[in-house]
Every structure is written in C-alpha cells, then in structure tokens.
C-alpha cells in the first residue's frame, strides 16, 4: 500500500536500471521489480499479483500504459488489491519466457505486453495481452478484467488454485520435450528444408502469410541446402531452396519492412507483401539478416545482397553502436510518441514535395510509391517506402537514360533523409545486451571478411574484447547485460543460456578471422562453464538459466530447454553448434558427446517445430557434414586472394582460419597435430598458402585460388 500521496508520482521503479521500468516511474501503480520482495509481500498480504512485462520498443505497451496504467481510477483498483510488478523482457528473457507459455496456454496466444494474473506465490491463473481501458470491439475492459480478477481470488480461491495448477502443468509439460530419438542424421535436416520450403510464399517472398516475420534461421538453412546436392538434398531441392532463399531476400529488401533511407529492417510485416511493418528496430533482428545477406552474397555474388549488408551496417553504425568503446546498442523504438504511429519512418505526398524538385520528386515517387493515398491506417496519407518498379523501367517509362534516374534517387534519397533526421527520433535503448551483442559482433566479422570492410572487423574486435573484459569471469560465469543504457548503474543479472552460447560462438568467430589463441581460450573458457551451469547430465541438452542460481520464483521453478527460434536462435541450438566447432579443435570427447545428446533430445519432435526450428538443422548439418576447417597461413596480398576464395560460397560446416606463420605455435590440438608439421609450412620467405582439414585429415597445401577451389569443390 502506498505510504504518502507523493508515492503516487513516484513508485519503485526509481531504483530501476532498465529504461522500460524507468518510464514507469511516475505512474500511480505502485509498480515493484520482480523480485524476492515483491513475492514476500503478496505472500504477506495475501494479495494476487498483476503481471504486466513489455519493453521500450512495444508500442502497445506503451498505449496500455497510457491508457490504463496512468488512468488514476485503474490505478487505485489495482494498487489496493493487487500487487503490481513490471517486467523488461529483454532484460529478464527467462521471467518472459516462462509466462508467454502460460498466456499461451489460457487464451492461445502470446505477446506484448502480456498481462498476467498470479497467484501469490507466482503462478499465473489468468493473463492475456492488450487489453483496452473500456468494452471494445468484443475484448473486455480493462477494469472489467480487474474486477473479474479481484472476485474469482476473494470468493473463488479454490478455483483460481486449480488453475493456477493446471496452468503450470500445462507449461512444465510444453517444456519437457519428451521426444528423444537417436542418432538423428540428414534425412532430419532434408525434412527441416522441406518444412521451410512448404511454408514459402512464391509470390511475397517470406514463409506463410500475414503478419510475416523474417525467419532468418530458415533463410541460412536454405542457403545451405541451396549450396549442396547430396543424397539427402537433391538437385530440385536445391533449386527450390536458392528461389526460396533469394526471392525471401529480395522482396524483404524492396518492402516496407526495409529502411530504405537508413538502412537497416524493422522487426515484422503486418501484411504478407512487407509493405507495412511494425516500425521498431532490433539489434538481434539487423544481425541475423546482415548474415543472411553476407551469405547469400557469399554463394551466388548477387550484388544487390552485398548493398543490402552493407547498408544494415551503415545504419547499425550510424545509430546502433558505441563507436568510442565498442559494443551494440539494443533497439530502436517505432514511434517518438503514441500519437505518431510510424510517422518518423512515413511520408506523405506534400511532405516528399517539400523537400524534392520536381524532377527527383517524378522518379522517387513512381520508385517508392509516394502517392496521395498511402499505407498507414491511422493516417491514410502516410506512405510506407517500397519498391514497387525496377529502376530501368522508370526510365523506359520517362524517357531519361538510366545514369540519369539513377542519379535523381539517390539525390532524392539523400534529401529525404537530411529532412527526416530534423523529425523528433524515435528513442534509442542504448542497454547493451551480452547475447544480442555476440550475435551482432559474429555478424561483423563475416560481413567484414566477405566484403573487405576491414573497420567493420575491426569495431567487431573492439567490441567482442569489451563485452569479455566487462561481463566475463570463470569464476562468477557471464552477466546478460554489459551497460544499461543513459549510464543508470545497474544489478547484476546472471547470462542466460542464449548469452554464453553466443558469446562463445562469437570469439570462435574472432578466432578464425584473427588467429589470436586469446579468442579460442575464451571460447573454451566459456564453454566449460555452459556445460557445467547449464547442462541436464539426466535428461540430456541444456536448461535455459543457472541450475544453481538460487530460490526460483514462480514459474521460473519450471525448467526450460529452449528448441524453438522465437526470435533469437534457440539456445540449445547455438549450444550445440559450438560444442561441434569446438570438438573439431580440441578433439574432446565430452563436447562431441554433449552435442549428439543434445540434438537427439529434441530429434523425436523437432520436425514438427518446422522452420521455428531452423536453427537446430543448421546444428545438426554442421555435426552430419563433418568439420570442413581451410586454413589460410601468410600475410600478404595473394593470402587474402585465398581468404577470399576460400569465403566463397556459404556452407554451415566451412570454417575459413586466417593465421600468420608467427601463430603456428599456438594452434588448437587437433590443428596443431597436424599443420606445423606440413612441408614448408613454417618457411617464412614462401608464399601464402591455404591448407584444408576436415574429421579424416588435411589435405596437401595448395598456393592459387583455382588449386584451392579444386580441393574445396571435392570435399564440400
């Protein structure tokens, strides 16, 4: 209960780090962190508890609390018979996590801001998603709700009981996977293709219809099928995968869910064409596709899949990164304010003429349709930027030559941009988390080697050595959150599965692109303590939080192993992936044992999870392939023509190891068996020359590109 009538305008979430639970302070719910001492009291005033978790970039969180949680009537209903608690799902993905599948289970769908209602102790027996402050469009009020709420716990406890248990057995039950299967092989990750491939839209690009996210995992899996023919991938499925992937790719990229001003995509589409997203921006979201694009570059060198990339990191550049200290900020908003709906990101017909000549309006116009109707629902004069013709047939339709349309939109693009920084910019979260940076510094680093962006790789490093140095200890484990953003100080919160599985995937990255033993030794580092904190020595694959990480509140005592991408690649899977690569190098037994337990753990159902399990193929063809390790040893020119080469092509079992002769002898065992002591390896006055590995031995050393596609050919 509040103390004085100035706790009204200032609750609990003062002493808060995360910039959601911030712009909640002043409101009059009497909101409390998740935590010990908000259970304690509902415990002690026997009290239910109101869930409410979103985060900064949720518009509609935004509008629930406007609407309802600074409305001072909900307010006083909620504050005297409920305790309130308000929950960053960035910051606490495993509290997130765990009521999504309880909602889920009540009313059979999830999201944000999810509205949960717990029984004391934390287990939830009611919850839902948005709800409005009144009766509307067949969706009860809020207060509605409450008071619904308030009666079923005051008169009907046995009831709320009952299903505040069921509701718990329901997700202990989604969560146990009991679908072990052994030895799974490539006929599984044949049926993972042909899932991805089933649920393709030939028209829009992208899998299924509206809303349509980007799938990022399934769009890797179907460049690799795309790059391969084998007896579990055939020629027409091949063909099928590379439309499948490219058309995704390209349509994404001349939609609206595309920042064709600053580059960069927002987080979905809300129709099946990609015209109107949901304006925010993700760190996780931008990393993912940036390594789409590199990949798809990689294999069929389309240029426009290598503009894309690189204008992904000139907006995460530009708005995304601390570029003094290194690291990668973790969002950008939709909105400046609830009133504005997109409108930083939108343009009407009058506004694109106030800012172009005629001229650059005709062709940026036809180019983006920008007309006097747009796109935008709350205001039908909105246009949305999408590419709806090609720029050679604007010119046709115009009459000019096409240097001349050319010219024209990029002047207009330019223009429009200049105008659109001068709007008020949507707010920026400048927290930097552990995982989604890993993600995006892995993502650097490939995009950096395939395109020759050596300051690209270089901010990379530069962050990776900062997130180590900040968050990393042997002894204490990996924290999930390197700073906060505005400088707020803030609490330790304990890594997930999903940051030390990153984190570590992301130095071996390091590793490859640099040589540097350091990067390895985290790796490993990190690795051993995931497996000890993290893995089901019974039962097999990895939980998703600490199995000693102290008192579990609510339904954080049910245990979680993470199969499904929703949206970050699934833990498990990452986890997996990096017990493979890193069996390749050390030859440990243990790794290759975890692994194969860990993909036969989810082998009897993940076919089922279709391409919301993407990531678990690209595991498990890693480990059926076999490690294909091509290690390019010199300084100079022609060694980067190798590199080069040797990138060619996106494989998920290739790993292409950039050293000098200097590192030979700080290489990991199963290398260091084998290429210091290959001939003329260590001759410092010889030429570059590229060595390739894979699980039965090395291969001779080759010094031109042509002898090294040869040899790669073969063993891919």
């Known amino acids: 209960m509040s103390e004085s009538n100035n706790t009204a305008t200032e609750n609990a979430?003062?002493?808060?780090?995360?910039?959601y639970l911030r712009s909640a302070m002043h409101q009059p719910v009497q909101w409390h962190?998740?935590?010990?001492?908000?259970?304690?009291?509902?415990?002690?005033?026997?009290?239910?508890?109101?869930?409410?978790?979103?985060?900064?970039?949720?518009?509609?969180?935004?509008?629930?609390?406007?609407?309802s949680y600074e409305h001072p009537a909900i307010a006083e209903l909620i504050n005297k018979h409920f305790i309130a608690i308000k929950v960053d799902r960035d910051?606490?993905?495993?509290?997130?996590?765990?009521?999504?599948?309880?909602?889920?289970?009540?009313?059979?769908?999830?999201?944000?801001?999810?509205?949960?209602?717990?029984?004391?102790?934390?287990?939830?027996?009611?919850?839902?998603?948005?709800?409005?402050?009144?009766?509307?469009?067949?969706?009860?009020g809020f207060p509605r709700v409450l008071m619904t709420m308030i009666e079923a716990f005051q008169q009907k406890r046995d009831d709320v009981n009952d299903s505040a248990a069921g509701v718990m057995a329901a997700i202990e039950h989604n969560e146990s996977f009991m679908g072990k299967a052994g030895n799974p092989g490539p006929e599984l990750v044949a049926k993972l293709v042909d899932a991805g491939l089933k649920q393709f839209d030939?028209?829009?690009?992208g899998f299924g219809s509206q809303p349509k996210f980007p799938h990022s995992g399934a769009i890797d899996l179907l460049l690799d099928a795309a790059s391969r023919v084998s007896p579990a991938t055939s020629p027409e499925q091949s063909e099928r995968a590379r439309t499948a992937a490219l058309v995704t790719l390209q349509k994404m990229s001349r939609g609206g869910i595309y920042d064709h001003l600053a580059g960069g995509f927002h987080r979905y589409s809300v129709d099946e064409h990609w015209i109107v997203p949901?304006?925010?921006?993700?760190?996780?979201?931008?990393?993912?596709?940036?390594?789409?694009?590199?990949?798809a570059y990689q294999t069929f060198v389309e240029p426009e899949c290598a503009r894309v990339a690189r204008d992904i990191i000139r907006w995460m550049d530009e708005w995304l990164t601390d570029r003094e200290q290194g690291g990668f900020y973790s969002s950008q908003d939709a909105d400046f304010s609830l009133d504005d709906d997109g409108d930083y990101f939108t343009w009407t017909r009058e506004e694109a003429s106030a800012v172009l000549t005629p001229e650059e309006l005709t062709i940026a116009a036809d180019f983006y349709d920008i007309g006097e109707i747009g796109d935008m629902h709350h205001n039908p004069q909105k246009n949305v930027l999408h590419v709806r013709d090609s720029l050679?047939?604007?010119?046709?339709?115009?009459?000019?030559?096409?240097?001349?349309?050319s010219a024209l939109l990029l002047s207009a693009k330019e223009k429009l941009y200049a105008a659109r920084l001068k709007r008020p910019t949507p707010y920026i979260d400048k927290t930097m988390y552990v995982g989604w940076n890993a993600?995006?510094?892995?993502?650097?680093?490939?995009?950096?080697?395939?395109?020759?962006?050596?300051?690209?790789?270089?901010?990379?490093?530069?962050?990776?050595?900062?997130?180590?140095?900040?968050?990393?200890?042997?002894?204490?484990?990996?924290?999930?959150?390197?700073?906060?953003?505005?400088?707020?100080?803030?609490?330790?919160?304990?890594?997930?599965?999903?940051?030390y599985a990153a984190l570590a995937n992301a130095a071996l990255d390091a590793w490859e692109a640099t040589g540097e033993h350091r990067y390895y030794e985290a790796a490993q580092g990190i690795a051993d303590t995931l497996i000890a904190r993290f893995y089901d020595m019974v039962g097999g694959a990895f939980f998703d939080t600490e199995s000693t990480s102290g008192n579990k509140i609510g339904a954080l005592s049910v245990r979680r192993k993470p199969l499904q991408d929703s949206p970050t690649p699934a833990g498990n899977s990452v986890a997996a992936m990096l017990l493979v690569r890193l069996e390749a190098l050390n030859q440990r037994d243990d790794y290759a044992a975890k692994a194969l337990e860990t993909v036969e753990t989810f082998a009897g159902i993940v076919e089922h999870f279709g391409l919301y399990a993407a990531s678990y193929g690209l595991a498990l063809q890693r480990m059926v392939k076999g490690p294909v390790q091509v290690c390019i040893i010199g300084e100079d020119g022609p060694a980067t023509e190798l590199e080069t080469a040797a990138l060619a092509r996106y494989a998920v079992n290739k790993s292409v190891i950039r050293l000098r002769r200097t590192q030979l002898q700080s290489l990991p065992p199963s290398l260091a068996e084998t290429i210091p002591h290959l001939p003329g390896i260590k001759d410092a006055s010889a030429n570059a020359l590229a060595v390739v590995c894979t699980g039965r031995g090395c291969l001779p050393p080759v010094h031109t590109t042509e002898e090294l596609m040869e040899q790669l050919n073969q063993t891919l």
């Open 13 to 19: 979430l003062k002493n808060s780090s995360s910039a």
């Open 33 to 67: 962190e998740w935590g010990d001492e908000a259970f304690a009291r509902a415990q002690e005033e026997d009290k239910p508890i109101l869930l409410d978790i979103g985060a900064v970039w949720c518009h509609w969180c935004h509008v629930m609390d406007r609407e």
């Open 91 to 140: 910051e606490r993905p495993d509290v997130d996590t765990r009521y999504q599948a309880a909602v889920s289970a009540i009313s059979g769908q999830g999201g944000w801001p999810l509205t949960g209602f717990l029984t004391p102790d934390g287990r939830p027996f009611f919850g839902g998603t948005y709800f409005p402050p009144e009766d509307r469009h067949g969706r009860p």
């Open 202 to 205: 030939p028209r829009s690009g």
């Open 278 to 295: 949901h304006f925010e921006k993700m760190a996780y979201d931008n990393s993912e596709l940036l390594k789409n694009y590199v990949h």
């Open 392 to 405: 050679d047939q604007l010119a046709v339709k115009h009459g000019i030559a096409l240097e001349r349309a």
């Open 439 to 499: 993600m995006c510094i892995s993502a650097y680093l490939v995009a950096g080697r395939v395109l020759h962006l050596p300051e690209t790789s270089e901010f990379a490093l530069k962050s990776l050595d900062r997130v180590l140095k900040a968050t990393w200890n042997p002894e204490h484990g990996l924290a999930h959150v390197l700073v906060y953003g505005e400088g707020v100080p803030g609490k330790r919160v304990p890594g997930t599965l999903e940051d």
